[in-house]
């Protein structure tokens, strides 16, 4: 333990995600400053990037805004991987239990999430007013459309579409929202997955909902209120002066306040190279929740469903009752800290509950609303998920002898990562500059290092061209990746069925993962089970 603070600790004053270091890696345990700090240092460690660009240090390297995401560096203690899978011997669950049957391709992984189905347990977003997001929307929106998953658009896109129109103050089109649903919709098979529009405080204001539902045919709204990286609001950077002030005049906070001329001085001189536009935090009240959740469905909206970040346990509560209330198809819970676009590094890594304990807090509900012979909504998990191992386990923790109330989990920055990879490597490739290690073991061409090319390329036959490499890069990582991998852990605890995952396929690998989520360690697994047979 001493080990993973002093780690911690260390992350204080020099963080890669703000491109900051220290001078000597042996810093102070409390400060994390280096044991001796001398004035002949040309290290830039966070106090001296604060020292130069003040509240640009709180944030990930600006440089990179719109070309990367960003996550939290910290240790919380408890992870995944501190649980780990047991493996079956005896019989098949969902499956027959013949030997010729009961091989790994045959799992049957899809579910259902708020009535939508679903090829995979997996959801990906939200992505929303970024550049990051906009820049890799067509291989995001056609991977996943290929995948049979959800995708969702997040906050704000309609608000900073600069060609969006308003019709008193409402947004009646916004090119840029109906560019990322057609895109989806372009190669979506209508039956397995679908796009969900996020909207927040910004979002209900300019009736992102009303327009997207009535005027693009969107079947999933969701309302958001928050996320496991943030929770004061939506925030991205703006590099261009009539766009900041574009924006402030939609309603925007934007700081600094690109109409002071002392602010456009400082622009025009490169002293303030970005503005930052903010949304505003929700403050959901019960009862204007429950109208909202009326409105909606008022409105013709078929899939209602909730965001909400890494809260306090009363928080988590409130966010329970009023969705069983509501009865709206489901719900994600995502925990700190991962983000997709510009999250405070501190808060990234400082505030709010770490998935698991918060998974367990969210199960606590369920079993009480269930005991309470109460709807409960479906639930989804989000929060670091790269990984079928993880999906699987958050999944399995989730049921107490009935079925999992996790129906899947949700990924951001991970399908993104797969995303910006495929697209630069395609760069790569398109220069001649692929690099030869790569060569010699892929190939040289996209038709030979993208191992789903052909796949898919045999079903869509003519219409292949159209899909962009980057998709297919999404759609090898969540099918080919995360499906077969996903398979093949359930065939390995027997289980032919994703619904029959259960909290006994988990053995806790520490006491800290034991006491909070109550699953066994490997020396107490079974004991009952163990004695019985062996009378």
């Not at 896109?157 to 895109?183: Q, W, Y």
Request: with cysteine; net charge neutral; hydrophobic share 40%.
């Amino acid at each position: 333990m001493s080990e993973r603070v002093h780690r911690n600790s260390s992350y204080l004053n020099g963080k890669s995600t703000a491109g900051t270091s220290t001078r000597v890696k042996d810093t102070s345990c409390t400060s994390g400053m280096c044991p001796i700090c001398i004035r002949e240092c040309a290290t830039v460690c966070e106090i001296s990037l604060s020292a130069f660009r003040g509240r640009e240090a709180l944030y990930p390297e600006p440089t990179y805004f719109g070309l990367s995401t960003s996550g939290a560096l910290k240790d919380f203690g408890l992870d995944w991987s501190h649980f780990n899978i047991h493996a079956g011997l005896i019989g098949a669950e969902g499956i027959e239990a013949d030997s010729d049957r009961a091989l790994f391709p045959n799992v049957d992984i899809e579910t259902t999430v708020g009535g939508i189905l679903l090829k995979i347990p997996l959801l990906i977003g939200a992505f929303g007013s970024t550049d990051v997001a906009r820049l890799n929307w067509r291989g995001l929106g056609v991977g996943a459309a290929l995948s049979g998953v959800i995708l969702t658009v997040g906050e704000n896109v309609c608000g900073m579409d600069a060609e969006a129109e308003f019709t008193d103050g409402k947004v009646t089109n916004s090119p840029e929202l109906k560019h990322r649903v057609e895109i989806f919709r372009e190669f979506w098979d209508g039956k397995y997955g679908d796009i969900a529009v996020q909207t927040n405080v910004e979002d209900q204001r300019f009736g992102v909902h009303t327009y997207a539902a009535s005027k693009l045919e969107v079947n999933i709204i969701e309302r958001k209120w928050g996320q496991g990286a943030k929770a004061i609001g939506g925030e991205v950077r703006v590099s261009d002066l009539n766009k900041a002030i574009l924006l402030k005049k939609r309603g925007y906070v934007v700081i600094p306040d690109p109409e002071d001329k002392n602010v456009q001085e400082a622009f025009k001189s490169g002293a303030l190279r970005t503005f930052e536009r903010h949304s505003r935090v929700g403050m959901p009240t019960e009862r204007d929740f429950l109208e909202d959740i009326d409105s909606l469905r008022e409105q013709g909206v078929k899939h209602i469903t909730l965001k909400t970040g890494a809260y306090r346990p009363s928080a988590v509560a409130f966010t329970m009752k009023l969705a069983s209330e509501a009865k709206i198809d489901y719900v994600t819970f995502d925990g700190a800290g991962g983000g997709t676009g510009m999250s405070p590094v501190p808060m990234m890594d400082e505030m709010g509950i770490p998935t698991i304990y918060l998974e367990t807090l969210v199960l606590k509900c369920a079993e009480f609303l269930k005991k309470k012979r109460r709807y409960i909504p479906d639930l989804v998990m989000a929060g670091g998920f790269i990984s079928e191992s993880q999906i699987y386990k958050a999944i399995a923790l989730s049921n107490f002898g009935e079925a999992p109330y996790v129906k899947a989990t949700l990924m951001a920055r991970s399908p993104l990562t797969a995303v910006m990879k495929s697209s630069y490597f395609m760069e790569l490739f398109e220069r001649g500059q692929l690099p030869k290690t790569f060569v010699n073991r892929y190939g040289n061409t996209p038709e030979s290092f993208f191992v789903n090319g052909p796949e898919l390329k045999a079903i869509y036959a003519d219409r292949f061209k159209d899909i962009p490499w980057e998709a297919i890069g999404l759609y090898s990582y969540l099918h080919e990746r995360i499906g077969v991998g996903l398979r093949q852990l359930l065939a390995g605890s027997r289980k032919w069925k994703l619904s029959t995952l259960g909290r006994n396929d988990l053995i806790a690998l520490t006491e800290r993962a034991a006491k909070v989520t109550g699953i066994p360690l490997p020396e107490e697994s079974e004991m009952d089970a163990v004695k019985t047979i062996l009378s």
